[in-house]
Structure formats: structure tokens, C-alpha cells
């Protein structure tokens, strides 16, 4: 007797391709990683962790570990500040002018990072168009420098970055029913209240997506260090970038990418855990 | 338990406890609410019965605070709240798709009106128990919202709506999600809470055997005005267009002439599609010999018999047993649109059969619209 079997799109065998790849690129190149953290000169001594424990008891690589982490968790709180009223402001208000908005939000994307980067430069230099505006208006009396400054670094991490934090937010606000909005009004909440006590509750899954992910992809970014930072701002990334171009300290670089690897899965595993646990919704 | 509305005023002789005066709104340039002159009776439970687009949410919304009138003046329990935000005009609203918050338990979403308003914790929580037992769901309290079936949440809905002790409640196709079976039990206990508390209400709703059921005064709208404001009896039976006829039920349109009194208020008819056929009509106004009128006579006041002088000779199409009514469809001569009757018993009548129609002389009304 044949079994008919339920008619499916897709079949699980579709997956293969893909786990191949991903197999072949980047499970094997992981392990590959995890092995080249160990040093390979026997004469270094201090065992298979020796670059671990150089990584987090050395005061300087500490406190880049530091800084790394005072960084992501300013640009993730920036992202937050800036991109949920552009999200709000998308679902609740924008109506037709939605896929413009969409547009704006995503075209930092679009461009070269190396572009961009340079684009902030030109705009915070000395004698860039921020600083002509503000002689011009009288606002300053002599132009700052802007470039090569820790405030430069965080601009262009949070104009690439909120997008994700926008895009995140905007899809969870599109699941709340006005209604329950308008419900909070009628029953005494003002504008406040209501955002406090029934929107942002209700949206803390797409927050919570959202700062993981800036969090995350701030700890991954070296090239707007290197770019804007001016030297001022070194985070583990830029270092593993440092390390592999001059000194060329393999082992320690795959050392210190692991870190930031299991960083990363961190995130990713409190992000997996936040919403199990607010897991059943109507 | 005795739970009367404590907006201001509400007790004295301020006026009504929603009049509105003149209001209307346009969107975009079409206007959806034409100038509305309303005023609501204390304690009673009116309803907006209406299609889709005749502007009766609109109503429950302007009248909420949700939108503002471009025209006129809103006022709630002789306060003109015109210009005041939905927060600070102490009614209560229950929403079609119950609109509970689905982060709060269901105690905490019947309190959410009370927390608002900072009431201590001990009066917040005796009024979560008073308002559950009404709405008969006792100790639910730390129930999530997800675990209620939707006849539950519908009532969570209203006991949210109710715990502050609103001045006027607002419903806005409160039974809309529910299936028939659930929505008809609805209706009645609906109905029973409101009567019990003797809030005042209104219920918006495109469903005519709702508005029927539930509301003291039905306002039958349509393009953004009320066409007619009355007891359910009145407007079904006494309708006063074509409109408000067939979408309060089904209505048979006759085209007929006045042919001469017949006793007080009575007048007789001669149909334009049978002229033999007689009928008559009762009026409140005077009518003159020769005058046309437009008749429209329920399929239940109709009755068949045999097709004797006088009557509406006609030819019957089709039954449906419809439970607790046969249908008949016919057709009469000179009349294009087929001719329903509604009757309790079989009538021992084949199809094909040509049969007589009439109607007793309150059957018939006069409608103030031409055919």
C-alpha cells in the first residue's frame, strides 16, 4: 500500500547545499580558529590558554576588553534612544510615506562602509561643513575638531547600526494593535502612560533583538575605529585587525577573535532565552 | 451590589448623558459624518445600527476623544468635552476584538482603569472582585489572557470597561468576533449587566437583530446621517424610508395610489402593478384621493389565501423551511422584484401555484421616499 504523504513545499533534503557551505567556510575555519589560539611555540610555556589569560589578566588588553564592551553598550543605548520613535514614529504615523522612511533607514547599508566612513570625515573635519555651519551661524567662534575624536567613532557606528535597531523594533510595534493603545486612553492612561504601561512592554522582544544585534555588530566593527577614532578609541576588534597586519601575532588574534565569538554567542543565546520565556502569544 | 456612574453632575438635572450638537467630520475631504444632533436618555442603551461606511464608528469615535469633530460640540454628562483627550473623559469602551492586554493577567487588565487613577490597592482590589462576579467569571483574577476562550475575553472586556464606574459605556461591536450560538447568549447577558447597572450605553453595530435585541433606541444611519432614531417595535414596524425598511429585515415595496379613506387614519390603495388589487394603509398624516405612495408591507404581515378579488394575485416560486418560519418566494404580475411571505405553518399551496396575497390594514406602512 502507498502512504500518501502530506504535500510540502519544501523537503528537509533542500537544507543540504547550505549546510554543506556552511560547513566547508565556517564551522571547519571556527575550529580551525580555536586550534590556532593555542601557541604554537612550546617555548612560550604557560599551556594551551596562555593567550586567554595574557588577554584578560594583562592591565592594557583588559582594558581594551573594557573599552570594547563601554563601547558597544553606549552605541547600543544611542541606537535604542534614536531608533525607537523613527520605528514608532513608522508604524503608528508614517502610513504611505512608510516605504520612503524604510528607504532612508536602510541606505546606510547600501553604501560602501570605507564611503561612508569618509563621509562622516569630511563632515566633522576642522574646516569640514559641520564646523563652516556652526562659524557661519555664530554658534562657535573657532571650529572643533570633530574627526579622530571618540564622539566621531560613535556617530558613525550609530548612522550604520540604527537601522537594525529601527528595522527590529519597527516589525515587533507592527504587531500591537492600535487598539490597545486606544483601550489604555479610554481607561484614564495620557500619551505616557500608555507608552509606558502597554507599548513598550509589549515591545521589549523587538528592543531586546535589536540592542543583541547592535551590541553584537559593534563588537565586530574595527573599520570605523580605524577610520574616525584616530587612535582613541582601540577595541578588541581593531586590536585582532592590529595584530594580524603589524605584529602579525596569529595565535593571539585567533585568541582574541574566540572572545569576541563567544561574546556574540552570548548575545545570541540571551536573546534565545528572552523570548522562549515570552515565547506563547495569541 | 450597586454600581452607579459618579460622573459629575450625572445625578442632577444637567442634561443628557451624551448630546451631541451639530457634530461632523470630513477625512480627506469626504465627509463621513454629516451635522449630528444626538442626545442619550439616562441609563438607556441606544444603538448605531448602520452598514459599513454610514459613520457610526465614527461617532463612537468622536465621541471618544479618538477624533475630533470638525463641527459641533460633544458633551458627556453635561460637561462639553470637545476638546478633552480620551483619557480624561471618564467613559468605558469595549472593543470588537476585546483589545485585553495580552503582557497583564486578567485581574491586572480590569484594573488597569482603576491603577490610572491611582486607586489604593485594597478599594482596587474589592472592585476587580465586584466586577469579575458580574461579568460571572469569579477568581479568574490570575488567569493569563490567552487561556480565555473569546467569550470570556469579551467579558473581561467589559468588566475592564466597567471597573472605573464610567458615566457612559461605549461598545463598539462588542459581539462582533463571536460565533452565532456565543453571540446570541451575548446579547442577553450583555443586556442584563447594563440593565443591572443602569449605565448608559452605546452599542454600535451593522447587525439589525442585534440592535434589535439589545438597545432601548435603535439610530438607523446610512451616508453619514441618521435617517431615524426610535423603539426597535417603531422602526421595524413604522419605518419611515425604503432605507431603514429593508436593512432592518426583509420589506416588500409596493407602488400604489390613494384611492379614498377608509375609517379613521385608513386609507385605500390601488397597487400600480395590479390595479385591482386593494389594500389598505394606516396613516398618521392625511392623505388626498390620487396621491402616489410608496408601501412597504413586512413578509410576515403578508398572508396567502386564494386568489380572490382584492388580493395580490401572485405565483409561488419557491419554499425554504427556515426553522421557525417557512419562506415563501413569488411573483406578482406587474411587480419585477420577487414578493417575500413569511409564514408560521406550510401553507397547502404548490409551487407554481397562483395564490392571493393581502394584509391586515397595520401591515402595511407609508414610506416617505418614492419606489
Known amino acids: 500500500m502507498r502512504r500518501v504523504r502530506p504535500y510540502r513545499l519544501a523537503r528537509p533534503s533542500w537544507c543540504v547545499p547550505v549546510i554543506a557551505y556552511l560547513l566547508v567556510f565556517f564551522v571547519i575555519p571556527l575550529i580551525a580558529n580555536l586550534l590556532r589560539s593555542r601557541p604554537v611555540d612550546a617555548a612560550i610555556g604557560g599551556g594551551p590558554f596562555f593567550y586567554y589569560v595574557k588577554l584578560l589578566t594583562d592591565p592594557y588588553y583588559a582594558g581594551v576588553l573594557l573599552e570594547t564592551t563601554k563601547v558597544a553598550l553606549i552605541t547600543t543605548f544611542v541606537c535604542l534612544l534614536v531608533g525607537y520613535p523613527v520605528a514608532y514614529f513608522m508604524v503608528r504615523f508614517a502610513g504611505r510615506w512608510n516605504a520612503l522612511i524604510v528607504f532612508c533607514v536602510v541606505a546606510p547599508l547600501l553604501t560602501s562602509i570605507i564611503m561612508r566612513t569618509f563621509g562622516w570625515r569630511v563632515l566633522l573635519a576642522r574646516r569640514g561643513v559641520l564646523n563652516a555651519w556652526l562659524l557661519d551661524w555664530g554658534l562657535i567662534t573657532r571650529p572643533f575638531e570633530l574627526a579622530d575624536q571618540p564622539i566621531a567613532v560613535y556617530i558613525g557606528l550609530v548612522h550604520v547600526l540604527v537601522p537594525f535597531m529601527v528595522l527590529s523594533i519597527n516589525a515587533v510595534l507592527q504587531g500591537i494593535d492600535v487598539q490597545l493603545e486606544d483601550s489604555a486612553r479610554v481607561l484614564g492612561a495620557g500619551r505616557l502612560r500608555t507608552f509606558w504601561h502597554v507599548t513598550l512592554p509589549l515591545s521589549v522582544d523587538g528592543i531586546a533583538t535589536g540592542c543583541i544585534l547592535v551590541f553584537v555588530l559593534t563588537n565586530g566593527s574595527f573599520l570605523t575605529m580605524l577610520l574616525l577614532g584616530g587612535g582613541r578609541i582601540t577595541t578588541l576588534s581593531l586590536l585582532i585587525y592590529q595584530q594580524f597586519s603589524t605584529t602579525q601575532d596569529v595565535g593571539f588574534a585567533a585568541a582574541m577573535g574566540n572572545v569576541l565569538m563567544l561574546v556574540a554567542l552570548l548575545g545570541f543565546l540571551l536573546q534565545f532565552r528572552l523570548l522562549r520565556r515570552r515565547g506563547v502569544k495569541p | ?371
Open chain 2, 1 to 371: 451590589m450597586s454600581v452607579r456612574p459618579h460622573g459629575g453632575g450625572n445625578n442632577t438635572t444637567a442634561g443628557a448623558p451624551v448630546e451631541l450638537a451639530d457634530v461632523s467630520k470630513s477625512f480627506g475631504g469626504v465627509q463621513v459624518l454629516k451635522p449630528l444632533r444626538l442626545a442619550l436618555v439616562p441609563g438607556e442603551m441606544l444603538a448605531l445600527l448602520g452598514p459599513s461606511g454610514c459613520g457610526k464608528t465614527t461617532t463612537l469615535r468622536l465621541i471618544a476623544g479618538f477624533e475630533a469633530p470638525d463641527t459641533g460640540s460633544i458633551r458627556v454628562a453635561g460637561r462639553d468635552v470637545t476638546g478633552l483627550p480620551p483619557n480624561k473623559r471618564g467613559l468605558g469602551m469595549v472593543f470588537q476584538n476585546y483589545s485585553l492586554f495580552p503582557h497583564m493577567t486578567v485581574g491586572e487588565n480590569v484594573a488597569f482603569g482603576l491603577r490610572m487613577r491611582r486607586t489604593g490597592r485594597a478599594e482596587k482590589a474589592r472592585r476587580v472582585r465586584e466586577m469579575l462576579a458580574t461579568v460571572r467569571l469569579d477568581g479568574y483574577e490570575d488567569r493569563l489572557i490567552h487561556q480565555l476562550s473569546g467569550g470570556q475575553q469579551q467579558r473581561i472586556a467589559l468588566a475592564r470597561a466597567l471597573a472605573t464606574s464610567p458615566s457612559v459605556l461605549l461598545l463598539d461591536e462588542p459581539l462582533g468576533a463571536l460565533d452565532k450560538n456565543l453571540r446570541e447568549r451575548m446579547q442577553f447577558e450583555l443586556r442584563d449587566i447594563q440593565r443591572r447597572l443602569g449605565i448608559t450605553s452605546i452599542l454600535v453595530t451593522h447587525d439589525q437583530e442585534e440592535a434589535l435585541t439589545m438597545s432601548d433606541r435603535v439610530a438607523v444611519m446610512a451616508h453619514g446621517e441618521v435617517l431615524q432614531v426610535g423603539r426597535p417595535t417603531e422602526v421595524y414596524d413604522r419605518p419611515l424610508t425604503r432605507f431603514v425598511s429593508e436593512f432592518l429585515g426583509t420589506a416588500n415595496i409596493f407602488a400604489a395610489v390613494v384611492t379614498g379613506a377608509n375609517g379613521p387614519n385608513r386609507w385605500s390603495v390601488a397597487l400600480d402593478a395590479q390595479p385591482h388589487a386593494a389594500g389598505t394603509v394606516e396613516s398618521p398624516a392625511a392623505l388626498a384621493p390620487g396621491q402616489r405612495v410608496t408601501l412597504a408591507v413586512r413578509p410576515e404581515r403578508l398572508s396567502l389565501g386564494p386568489p380572490t378579488d382584492g388580493t395580490v394575485r401572485a405565483t409561488v416560486r419557491d419554499v425554504v423551511f427556515r426553522g421557525t418560519y417557512f419562506a415563501y418566494e413569488l411573483t406578482a404580475s406587474g411587480q419585477p422584484q420577487p414578493v417575500f411571505a413569511y409564514t408560521q405553518l406550510r401553507q397547502p399551496v404548490a409551487a407554481d401555484a397562483a395564490v392571493g396575497l393581502s394584509w391586515e390594514p397595520g401591515g402595511a406602512v407609508i414610506l416617505q421616499d418614492t419606489a
